[in-house]
């Protein structure tokens, strides 16, 4: 995929913290868009900081976040450093130099953290955009796009995610609810962004069963064995009545869709599958599936079977279907003045993130959670 800025377009320079699994997947596809740079790179794990360097040779490497921001000529910052970091790391940007941001979710893990990101969320004054990717995966938007005409109205959404274990990742913190706020936090708080956002209101009452069946339980980290979740479903009802279901399993990678999403309502369906990461498809199985939309009207019945292609380019840059190069090039446009807010504020963020606490709190207290 070869892509030439347009005349005039003004170049933006990256600060960027955290270069782990994900941070270089931002880096992959910060590379594939026109007109753009990474200038800094704070990483402080050697492994992941050379591998940050092979992919933006042009970065100066620093060793903390007050180097980074010292660095002069950044016009936006990216956080993808482990979840239990990002609320402090804010709090340091907003005290040393405020600069639009595309911090990578959960915004936080705990409901401790909540007093500070609203503190941090009334003063900033730059855009703080939240990553949620699911949002860009073509198949999503698309979905999103067409729901209110397909479905005459959602009345009931599920999600539905049939996925691999969670990867190892530098000094294993996402093995450990403290660090990650549980996979609920970690994991689903995409879905239930796009709950939010598909129904067009927020949640009242979370229902949750769920728990650790099979993942990590042979695991030893320093003495102590990992306590995060493998699998569960979320029942959520919404204002106005509309319900939601999440459905989760993190050992069942051999599926051929990892997300399956249905929208319904008085004229009908609309469904999204989307294929897991290309790198993870079996060779011996030919070419990877072709995402697909599917639309099932009632009247006349009958599903329309709509394929969704993704660039290869965009396939092989990263995990998530294409969706964090479309998620940056919007976050650029905010940067350069074409948009006027963010797409996923740090509302959007936080009530992402509440949910998924409550689902929590829910499997381990075989409580109804009020929200």
């Known amino acids: 995929m070869t892509m030439t800025a347009p005349a005039g377009l003004r170049r933006v320079t990256y600060g960027v913290i955290g270069c782990g699994m994900m941070g270089q997947e931002h880096l992959r596809n910060i590379a594939l868009l026109p007109g753009t740079a990474v200038g800094a790179i704070f990483e402080p794990d050697a492994q992941m900081r050379a591998r940050a360097a092979a992919l933006a040779p042009q970065a100066q490497m620093v060793d903390s976040i007050q180097a980074l921001l010292a660095v002069p000529d950044l016009d936006c910052l990216l956080i993808a450093s482990p979840n239990f970091l990002h609320v402090a790391q804010l709090q340091a940007i907003a005290?040393?130099?405020?600069?639009?941001?595309?911090?990578?979710?959960?915004?936080?893990?705990?409901?401790?953290?909540?007093?500070?990101?609203?503190?941090?969320?009334?003063?900033?004054?730059?855009?703080?955009?939240?990553?949620?990717?699911?949002?860009?995966?073509?198949?999503?938007?698309?979905?999103?796009?067409?729901?209110?005409?397909?479905?005459?109205?959602?009345?009931?959404?599920?999600?539905?995610?049939?996925?691999?274990?969670?990867?190892?990742?530098?000094?294993?913190?996402?093995?450990?609810?403290?660090?990650?706020?549980?996979?609920?936090?970690?994991?689903?708080?995409?879905f239930f962004d796009l709950m939010r956002l598909a129904i067009g209101a927020d949640p009242v009452r979370i229902m949750a069963t769920g728990g650790q069946a099979l993942n990590h339980l042979d695991e030893d980290h320093d003495g102590q064995t990992p306590d995060i979740f493998d699998h569960g479903y979320v029942a959520v009802e919404f204002q106005g009545g509309v319900c939601a279901m999440l459905e989760l399993c993190m050992f069942a990678e051999g599926s051929r869709w990892q997300e399956e999403i249905s929208a319904t309502g008085p004229r009908g369906k609309i469904?999204?599958?989307?294929?897991?990461p290309t790198r993870f498809w079996p060779d011996h199985l030919g070419a990877a599936p072709v995402a697909q939309v599917v639309v099932s009207p009632r009247d006349p019945m009958g599903p329309q079977i709509l394929p969704v292609p993704v660039d290869p380019a965009l396939l092989a840059a990263g995990d998530h279907n294409g969706s964090t190069f479309y998620q940056h090039q919007r976050f650029l446009d905010l940067v350069r003045g074409g948009r006027v807010r963010p797409e996923v504020t740090v509302t959007d963020g936080k009530w992402a993130v509440l949910m998924g606490l409550a689902a929590e709190r829910a499997m381990t207290t075989g409580q109804v959670i009020t929200l």
Not at 112 to 131: C, R, T
Not at 271 to 276: C, I, K, N, S, T
Request: overall charge neutral.
């Open 271 to 276: 469904e999204a599958f989307v294929p897991g």
């Open 95 to 190: 005290a040393q130099r405020p600069l639009p941001v595309l911090v990578e979710k959960p915004l936080f893990t705990d409901l401790h953290d909540v007093a500070a990101v609203d503190a941090f969320a009334a003063s900033y004054p730059a855009p703080v955009w939240v990553a949620m990717e699911y949002r860009y995966m073509p198949p999503v938007a698309q979905l999103l796009q067409m729901a209110p005409e397909a479905t005459g109205g959602i009345r009931m959404l599920t999600i539905r995610e049939h996925r691999y274990p969670f990867l190892s990742k530098v000094g294993n913190w996402n093995r450990f609810n403290r660090y990650t706020g549980g996979t609920f936090v970690e994991k689903c708080c995409h």
